[in-house]
Every structure is written in structure tokens, then in C-alpha cells.
């Protein structure tokens, strides 16, 4: 059993940043890759980024490219996702997730691929 507790979202302008961060716990040496998706009223749950256990491989979707950034640091067992440059098309309820398979460089990590979700955090930014 693994837990994710998401925390970092709320209220920006557009051209702002958020941090958000994901704490794991329990059986976390289970997983093989962390990830962030991203699901907005009426839209299927999409994702965002991911980071390999290591750290040495990192995913983004192409809308996201250049503007968020995802890390992790192991000793604290919390993975993170600086966005800057925020737009009102990045509102949303992100979600941290983990997966006991591995991440495969150019393979799709899809939202059934994920073993573990935490509850979510709402991201809103205004125009």
C-alpha cells in the first residue's frame, strides 16, 4: 500500500507560478516512477509529467513543455511540480500518482498505467 497527499494549489493570475508537492508514504520502495496528472470539468483525467525513481528520466506533455518542471527528492519521499507561466487552460484538479512498472522512454504513461492516485488538488488560474 502506498498513500499520496497532494498540497500546493489555489488561486493565481495568468503569467503566475505554483509549487506543488506530493508526499508518499508506506510501501514506497514498491513504486517505479512517479507522475502528475491533471482532469478539468468535463475532460478526461490527462497526464502531465512523471519522473523516473532515479530522477535521470523525466516526462512532459507538449502543452506543459518549457513552462513546469518536475522533481523529486527520495530522502523526503516527496515528488514536486514547479509550473510557471500559468494559464487559464492549466485550471484543474491535479493529481500525483505512482506506478509499480516502469516508465518507458516514448511510450505513453497512461491514467490506467497508475497503481496509486492521491485525492487531488485544485489548481485555478484567473484571466
Known amino acids: 500500500q502506498v498513500q499520496l497527499v497532494e498540497s500546493g494549489g489555489g488561486l493565481v493570475q495568468a503569467g503566475g507560478s505554483l509549487r506543488l508537492s506530493c508526499a508518499a508514504s508506506g510501501r514506497t520502495y514498491t513504486t517505479k516512477a512517479m507522475g502528475w496528472f491533471r482532469q478539468a470539468p468535463g475532460k478526461e483525467r ?7 525513481w ?6 512532459y506533455a507538449d502543452s506543459v ?12 519521499n516527496t515528488v514536486y511540480l514547479q509550473m510557471n507561466s500559468l494559464n487559464p487552460e492549466d485550471t484543474a484538479v491535479y493529481y500525483c500518482a505512482a506506478r509499480r512498472t516502469p516508465d518507458v522512454p516514448g511510450r505513453t ?4 498505467d497508475s497503481d496509486y492516485w492521491g485525492q487531488g488538488t485544485q489548481v485555478t488560474v484567473s484571466s
Open 65 to 76: 513543455k518549457g513552462r513546469f518542471t518536475i522533481s523529486r527528492d527520495n530522502a523526503k
Open 54 to 59: 532515479s530522477g535521470d528520466r523525466t516526462y
Open 46 to 52: 490527462e497526464f502531465v509529467a512523471a519522473i523516473s
Open 109 to 112: 504513461w497512461y491514467s490506467r
